[in-house]
């Protein structure tokens, strides 16, 4: 079983809809969580971090949930330019903070 | 600019011909690393250094090398590359204060016929 797992998608939605994508992962000892945002053939960026408390930014929203060991992202109002693939990252603890598992991401496209 | 850099961007190789792609960072970061990227298998980490002279294995570090003379730099090396390397690279750099936020190059897509 993947570490951190992803529904690839895509994720096919108008514009205005809201969208909202999971990430399981398997190591119940793992400590931090994010989002990072891929754009076609671009480098990955950190989107932003998930707490257990819930994380807002915008129109995005990640949570936690360490019972069911998932994490998610949601968007509002998608917009076109929201078009990009999504990653779950999850950083476990196995003798120090110093590796980042990264999932296979979720495909979301925008359409008008 | 704060960035990271990677050269080559596109390179096709034949197997065994062994090469090196480069990777440099303006942000003083301790933390570099690299990772390859294959359809549906996500981002795989290769190789860590969490500073000069302090390097360590990732998930999939078979066939590749690394090494860290200087804090800027960090070259992957294939000594025989061969046709299951074929794939996209991304190196990236980071404060160990703050690992999660990586700052990834570009990417260098490399194919080995």
């Known amino acids: 079983r993947k570490e951190v797992e992803q529904d690839p998608g895509p994720f096919n939605v108008p514009e205005g809809a809201t969208v909202a994508f999971n990430c399981t992962y398997s190591?119940?000892?793992?400590?931090?969580f994010f989002w990072y945002r891929q754009d076609c053939r671009k480098e990955p960026k950190l989107l932003m971090s998930?707490?257990?408390s819930g994380n807002e930014d915008g129109r995005f929203t990640a949570q936690l949930n360490r019972a069911s060991q998932y994490i998610s992202l949601l968007i509002r109002d998608s917009k076109l330019s929201d078009s990009a693939t999504y990653l779950c990252?999850?950083?476990?603890?196995?003798?120090?903070?110093?590796?980042?598992?990264f999932g296979a991401g979720t495909r979301l496209a925008v359409h008008p | 600019e704060a960035q990271v850099t990677q050269n080559p961007r596109y390179l096709i190789t034949v197997t065994g011909k062994k090469l090196t792609v480069t990777c440099s960072q303006n942000?003083?970061?301790?933390?570099m690393s690299w990772y390859r990227q294959d359809p549906g298998l996500g981002l795989r980490q290769i190789y860590y250094?969490?500073?000069?002279?302090?390097?360590d294995k990732g998930d999939v570090p078979e066939g590749y090398k690394v090494s860290r003379k200087e804090k800027r730099n960090f070259p992957l090396i294939l000594e025989s590359p061969s046709p299951n390397q074929t794939s996209l690279y991304f190196c990236?750099?980071?404060?160990?204060?703050?690992?999660?936020?990586?700052?990834f190059g570009p990417g260098t897509r490399l194919t080995v016929t």
């Open positions: 990236a750099s980071s404060s160990t204060l703050a690992i999660y936020e990586q700052y």
């Open positions: 190591n119940s000892a793992s400590q931090s």
């Open positions: 998930v707490y257990s």
């Open positions: 990252v999850v950083i476990p603890f196995s003798g120090g903070y110093n590796k980042l598992i």
């Open positions: 942000m003083n970061h301790e933390y």
């Open positions: 250094s969490m500073n000069v002279e302090v390097t």
